[in-house]
């Protein structure tokens, strides 16, 4: 046990917004030559009397690693985590021993925001199976406590991949730019073209460049992609160009053009994209830190499919996900076995709802038949799942499939189905994993047949559905997106964010498929 020394360092009592607000009390009575005795009566949370008892109910905290617990907690906006109080104690004459505990608990509820996130995803979604991080924080506290490893024991606890470490970077970088920049005006008024002159545009392109979506002077490689000098007023066809790919990623039509929707966009500002990496952030704490090495992630948010093989993106793609009010879910279930010529057998929640009045012409039009009160639509290219189905393991009545509409993946706003996941060219991407799994011959043979056919994976592809409207692309950039389903604000709110002003995805239902 180590002893513990009358220290003059005062104790970080309450850590409000910002590490600059810290409220100080001098407690310089927390240390002292003899050991602190905790009393048991004043410990009633299960995790602290675990941690006390294991410290035969001696004070745990030395001057030392109150400071480094003071630093860790300065350092919190690089999590994301620099909105909420940690609170150490609340009185000013607070006695040694309660102090000491008070410090337990605060070190406790910090490290376990880094180690699986503040926010527990099971109160916020109806269903959520995304495997968890399964750290003993307790045990962890104890440990880094009585060998002087608070910091590097504190830094291990958040992921340590590289994703992470550019949000973490970014968020930094628009929080400091927000409060440098303070409140601005919106960018209000009529239509711009390519041509035209008008006093926003310089506003139109500072916005696209603090966006990433046009290169400032110095650093463009292409000089038609630089920013307007700061005299110019012409809306030209290089920030056309830009303000296309801010309306593809925010699912407006890409024309180019200055108007009412896009503006919307265009008024975010660095706080409403620090909010966003904030919920990124948290998000990411959510999830295992070791994922399998091989598996499927479809992130929703941004409609779009990753394949990883032994750790590498062996394949990406556009998918069709659920409208808002018909969410995919977040969930974890793994592929079992490729279905060729598959039937659909219509939910009762589409058959008595959209369905309700259709007659035999309808059915027969579409390749349909009633069987046992149920509307089966007949395997064909016209079937609503396509030419093939993903299985996979779960209650939800979720999965992978084709469509009978490959033309909605050229829509840049690609929330339109019931809940399960369209594949773009689910043939092709079928045959990678027929090839992957050695069943290539076997998937073939089942697709010749013309009827509906199962062929089993010797072994499952594990999927991740994630909802990350905030991810690193293909390039290595990090990407914006809408948060069509609304389930960003709840996550910030939580994190002691203010509403968000953000845009919301205004897709249209286009089918009745799945």
Not at 155 to 184: M, N
Not at 480 to 489: A, M
């Amino acid at each position: 046990m180590k002893t513990l020394y009358r220290s003059t360092i005062p104790l970080l009592i309450l850590l409000t917004h910002g590490a600059a607000h810290a409220q100080v009390v001098p407690i310089d009575a927390i240390a002292r030559p003899d050991p602190i005795a905790i009393d048991k009566a004043d410990v009633t949370d299960p995790k602290l009397r675990t941690l006390y008892a294991k410290s035969k109910w001696r004070a745990l905290w030395s001057k030392q690693s109150i400071a480094a617990f003071q630093s860790a907690l300065a350092d919190r906006g690089r999590h994301g985590l620099d909105h909420l109080p940690f609170a150490a104690a609340s009185a000013t004459d607070t006695s040694p021993a309660v102090a000491d505990v008070a410090l337990s608990r605060a070190a406790l509820s910090y490290a376990e925001a880094l180690a699986g996130g503040r926010i527990d995803p099971a109160s916020l979604h109806e269903v959520y199976t995304l495997p968890r991080p399964k750290t003993d924080v307790t045990d962890g506290l104890g440990v880094a406590l009585a060998t002087d490893k608070l910091t590097e024991w504190l830094a291990s606890l958040a992921p340590q991949d590289a994703e992470y470490r550019a949000f973490s970077d970014a968020y930094l970088r628009f929080s400091q730019a927000a409060a440098a920049a303070g409140p601005t005006e919106p960018i209000t008024g009529g239509l711009i073209r390519v041509g035209d002159h008008d006093p926003r545009v310089l506003a139109i392109a500072d916005q696209l460049t603090q966006s990433g979506y046009l290169a400032p002077a110095g650093l463009a490689t292409d000089l038609s992609q630089l920013a307007p000098s700061p005299t110019s007023a012409l809306y030209t066809q290089a920030l056309a160009d830009a303000l296309k790919r801010l309306q593809t990623d925010y699912g407006i039509a890409a024309d180019g053009v200055v108007g009412p929707e896009t503006l919307k966009v265009l008024n975010l500002g660095a706080g409403d994209r620090a909010r966003a990496l904030a919920v990124a952030l948290e998000r990411r704490r959510w999830l295992e830190r070791t994922p399998p090495a091989t598996r499927i992630d479809v992130n929703t948010a941004a409609s779009q499919l990753r394949y990883y093989r032994d750790g590498t993106v062996a394949d990406e793609r556009k998918v069709v996900v659920g409208e808002p009010g018909h969410e995919t879910p977040a969930l974890a279930s793994p592929i079992f076995r490729l279905v060729a010529n598959p039937t659909w057998t219509v939910p009762k929640s589409i058959q008595n709802g959209e369905m309700a009045n259709v007659d035999d012409a309808y059915l027969q039009a579409h390749n349909m038949v009633l069987r046992d009160g149920w509307i089966v639509q007949q395997p064909g290219p016209d079937n609503a799942l396509g030419l093939v189905k993903f299985d996979m393991a779960n209650n939800q009545a979720i999965y992978l499939h084709d469509t009978s509409a490959p033309a909605l993946f050229e829509r840049s706003q690609r929330h339109l189905s019931h809940g399960c996941v369209r594949v773009e060219d689910a043939l092709g991407f079928a045959q990678i994993l027929a090839e992957d799994g050695g069943v290539m011959d076997a998937w073939q043979a089942a697709q010749a047949t013309g009827e509906m056919t199962f062929v089993p994976l010797p072994h499952r592809i594990p999927v991740r559905l994630l909802y990350h409207n905030v991810y690193v692309d293909a390039e290595g950039a990090i990407a914006f997106r809408t948060d069509p389903y609304g389930w960003n604000d709840p996550i910030a709110e939580q994190l002691n964010f203010a509403k968000s002003s953000s845009r919301r995805a205004e897709a249209q239902a286009i089918d009745i498929g799945p």
